[in-house]
């Protein structure tokens, strides 16, 4: 038989992505969500061949887009932007003006999914919630994205990705325990892991929407997704007691630790099995310990006082040597190991760029981008990047003259009323200096006399 | 207290009229009835899948994903059980069994099966998988390949199935080959796809304060076990259009990099890796955690007008066109961002959570209704800690959690519902997982025995 990983290295070809099939396309999705955690959810589906209509208001935009890290800029754009928005169609709309919801209504006749994150409320209050879009289009799939949920008391309080942290009971978990400081999950990592089960809802929607024809109403709170992540409520439901933070260590195994190494480094290291620890033990030269009953019983072993001792001599022993031991060392007597890495080594590193997970992505406007790939591999119908994010009405023309058939002189009345729009002269919203709008074939759109 | 009914407070100015006001409490009443899972189809009730991870809960976390939207999923795991039953928190274990082992067995039914063992035992798992949607296994890459009941030999009979792989490195590539078996656990997760990177405090620290920090909770196993599940969703799709399955194919080492695409993006744009600025934020301020007389609250306003509302109720309005902190509070400069936390801190001392909560609210409700439109949004909550979270009128409301019963474990609470849906909601059915407690069944069912 032909050698495993030849036959998987055809399977994933990364060169072949694009040739495969895409399983969303023909799926019109309305994204009125904005930021991080709705977009996220739409991101995910426009990576799989949806066709992601993105709503923006017109010379404002995106509340992400000018909000950059430590206030840099790539291009004019908000780097981090590019992978929350890729594959998108960029629509300047002003929702609030009655022209605009006749638009909207329009395109949800033929549209499949609905996604907002809005505080809860105020897509219902715009006329464009669910009571009325299903009332157009009753197979529809419509996925609210708020903090504490579409009911209950506190539905209304304002909510961001660290509001849902500290609501959820994650916020009170990460940090050494004999200090008063409380880390967040970094990255609004509340915004991301949220966006990610609602596309997964949206999914099991569509699944359930084929069996049966009907569509449905979802309500993703976020701060009930991240407590999904948490073992730590039965956990006191059964023993009284609380986890809290505990630092470096996983309490659930042991040793389970991130220390320093002798070349000033950082490593994680764990025993998640009994192999894995007698590993560990041939490793350090201390079979001696697998002797001891206090370390053979694997629930015994886990008692802090042992824990905490078994941690200190694992971390004396990695002291005197150099992260790449420890990995090579991991890998040949089975334990699992892995350098602390940072940014600049997860974007260079050559097994991610090979395996697809980190992608140097070349874009008709912003050219050459390294960012995150898919996140699960799928042989047969994978995920990609097709194009990056785009300024404020990028796609004005091409959604109404494609997908609605309004002729040019239509859409300029509407360009004169600022119900459809475009972007203002600041970064974040317009188009990288170097770039000819003008000649942009998408942008004009079935525009006569225009190059 | 009084009895009158309460009147709902809205904090959103296009909420605020009277006509919304009554529409959305009649559409938030409708809506607690709407989405109790009660009696509702499931979405996956007509698919099988067979649960082979070893060791490794983001095979167990995938498969409940699936288990809660209602397919039947098997366990399968040797005589002695899987190890993960054995990973706990301080060793506390109900029975022999470890909390999060005990939670994420949810809706699963469990047979053993030797694996690595034994010939006969792999014959049968290979005629399971003939009845399969999905199998989701985590061995090294190429193990179960080389026990004649990998993905190329079991999608033979079965070309409708999704096969599953999780491991740390994935199934290809020359460091997949160099690190097949290659074992995995959750910090090892977390450290090679650049979460603790980004957490503890600033360099110039005291040790080990100024070391990369580990999330509290299971960020790399829970993350991976999501995006196995989610791609073995966009699977399932491509399988209900075409019949057809497919491999899928997860690296533990994506975990944190692979959701929120930061790392590769920053280390391209920037040229070199962010510091740790411990518990300020990089893009938007202030955002963060904040000390107060009874506990600890977090605060966020991070627009210009909600920063001003915040200078306001909090008495710091002295603040408001001091040069360090406008136009935008961007914390590039750590000492500025510093002073400014400090000066926050010396005001969220003097108050109780509730108090600083409720200041927050009153001004965000004043705004709401007022003409002028640069009134903000303070945003002020009290920090849960897990038992706080129990006791939270909102979820509880929301059915968030669940009191199951079994014959073997007892009476406990687990965690349901984590998104609500009107038509075929997720849902907790029972939580029993004694080892081999459907051998019979299952056999009877599947195998004809």
């Known amino acids: ?451 | 207290m009084s009895n009158k009914p309460e009147k709902e407070q809205v904090y959103a100015r296009y909420v605020a009229s009277g006509k919304t006001v009554q529409h959305l409490a009649s559409w938030g009443k409708r809506l607690a009835e709407v989405m109790n899972p009660e009696g509702k189809p499931e979405v996956l009730d007509d698919i099988l899948v067979l649960d082979a991870s070893y060791a490794n809960f983001s095979g167990i976390i995938a498969a409940s994903f699936f288990a809660e939207f209602g397919a039947e999923v098997i366990k399968v795991e040797p005589p002695d059980g899987d190890p993960c039953r054995r990973m706990t928190p301080f060793g506390e274990n109900v029975k022999g069994v470890g909390i999060p082992f005990l939670i994420e067995g949810r809706n699963k039914k469990y047979i053993t099966l030797d694996l690595k063992n034994s010939e006969k035992d792999r014959k049968d798992f290979a005629r399971l998988a003939e009845k399969a949607a999905v199998v989701i296994e985590t061995f090294g890459a190429g193990e179960m390949d080389s026990w004649g009941i990998g993905y190329r030999q079991l999608s033979q009979k079965n070309p409708g199935m999704i096969y599953i792989a999780i491991t740390p490195y994935g199934q290809y590539t020359e460091k997949a080959r160099q690190f097949a078996h290659f074992p995995d656990s959750d910090i090892t997760s977390q450290a090679g796809s650049g979460l603790p990177a980004q957490v503890g405090d600033p360099i110039n620290s005291p040790e080990p304060y100024n070391w990369p920090l580990k999330a509290g909770m299971w960020a790399g196993w829970y993350i991976s076990g999501l995006h196995a599940a989610l791609g073995g969703s966009f699977a399932l799709i491509h399988r209900q259009n075409t019949g057809e399955g497919q491999m899928v194919d997860i690296a533990t080492m994506d975990a944190y990099s692979c959701m929120v695409g930061f790392p590769p993006t920053i280390g391209y744009t920037w040229e070199t890796a962010r510091p740790r600025i411990g518990v300020l934020d990089f893009i938007l301020y202030p955002y963060g955690c904040w000390r107060c007389k009874d506990g600890l609250v977090v605060i966020a306003a991070p627009r210009d007008h909600d920063f001003r509302a915040l200078l306001k109720i909090l008495g710091l309005w002295k603040l408001e066109d001091d040069w360090r902190f406008t136009p935008d509070r961007i914390p590039d400069v750590v000492e500025n961002a510093m002073i400014l936390y400090k000066a926050i801190e010396e005001k969220t001392v003097l108050y109780t959570a509730d108090e600083l909560v409720n200041k927050a609210l009153r001004y965000s409700a004043k705004a709401a209704r007022s003409k002028w439109r640069g009134g903000g949004v303070p945003i002020v909550m009290k920090v849960n800690t897990p038992p706080m979270t129990l006791d939270n009128r909102q979820f509880a409301i929301r059915k968030i959690f669940q009191e199951v019963e079994d014959g073997t474990l007892g009476k406990f609470l687990i965690n349901t519902g984590f998104v609500k849906m009107s038509e075929s909601p997720p849902r907790v059915k029972w939580v029993s997982c004694d080892i081999g407690k459907d051998n019979n069944d299952m056999r009877k069912r599947y195998l004809q025995e």
């Open chain 1, 1 to 451: 038989m032909e050698d495993y990983f030849s036959y998987t290295a055809k399977l994933f070809d990364p060169a072949a992505v694009n040739e495969k099939t895409e399983i969303l396309k023909g799926i019109r999705v309305l994204d009125f969500s904005h930021v991080i955690f709705g977009p996220t959810a739409t991101r995910l589906l426009a990576q799989y061949g949806a066709e992601v209509i993105k709503l923006e208001l017109p010379y404002h935009g995106d509340l992400w887009r000018p909000a950059t890290y430590w206030g840099k800029y790539w291009k004019h754009s908000n780097p981090l932007w590019h992978f929350v928005t890729q594959n998108k169609y960029f629509l300047g709309l002003d929702l609030k003006k009655p022209e605009a919801k006749e638009i909207i209504y329009r395109l949800a006749e033929t549209a499949d999914v609905v996604a907002e994150n809005f505080a809860a409320g105020t897509a219902e209050a715009w006329g464009v919630g669910y009571t009325q879009i299903s009332e157009i289009n009753p197979k529809i799939i419509y996925l609210s994205c708020s903090t504490y949920g579409q009911y209950g008391p506190l539905r209304f309080y304002p909510g961001w990705d660290l509001l849902a942290q500290a609501a959820s009971g994650v916020l009170s978990l990460t940090g050494y325990p004999d200090t008063d400081k409380y880390y967040k999950l970094p990255d609004y990592l509340g915004d991301y892991i949220p966006g990610n089960m609602g596309a997964m809802a949206i999914l099991m929607a569509l699944y359930f929407r084929k069996k049966t024809g009907k569509g449905q109403y979802i309500d993703l709170a976020q701060s009930e997704a991240l407590m999904r992540l948490l073992w730590h409520f039965t956990f006191f439901n059964l023993t009284g007691k609380e986890i809290g933070r505990t630092g470096n260590s996983d309490p659930t195994m042991v040793p389970a630790s991130i220390f320093k190494t002798r070349d000033g480094k950082f490593v994680a290291l764990a025993c998640a099995t009994e192999k894995q620890f007698a590993g560990l033990c041939s490793a350090m030269n201390r079979e001696d310990l697998l002797k001891e009953k206090v370390y053979t019983d694997p629930f015994e072993r886990l008692k802090p006082a042992n824990a905490a001792a078994l941690t200190k001599i694992a971390g004396d022993w990695l002291k005197s040597l150099d992260v790449e031991e420890i990995t090579g060392l991991a890998n040949d007597k089975g334990f699992p190991a892995a350098e602390v890495l940072d940014d600049y080594q997860i974007c260079h590193d050559p097994w991610r760029r090979q395996r697809g997970s980190v992608i140097l992505f070349n874009d008709e406007m912003y050219k050459e981008l390294v960012m995150a790939g898919p996140s699960a591999q799928l042989s047969k119908t994978p995920a990609r990047t097709k194009w990056l994010a785009r300024p404020i009405g990028y796609h004005n023309r091409f959604v109404l003259k494609k997908f609605l058939d309004l002729s040019e002189e239509e859409i300029s009345v509407l360009e004169k009323k600022r119900i459809v729009g475009t972007f203002d002269d600041r970064p974040g919203l317009k188009p990288p200096i170097y770039y000819n709008l003008d000649e942009d074939p998408i942008f004009h759109y079935g525009r006569e006399g225009k190059k």
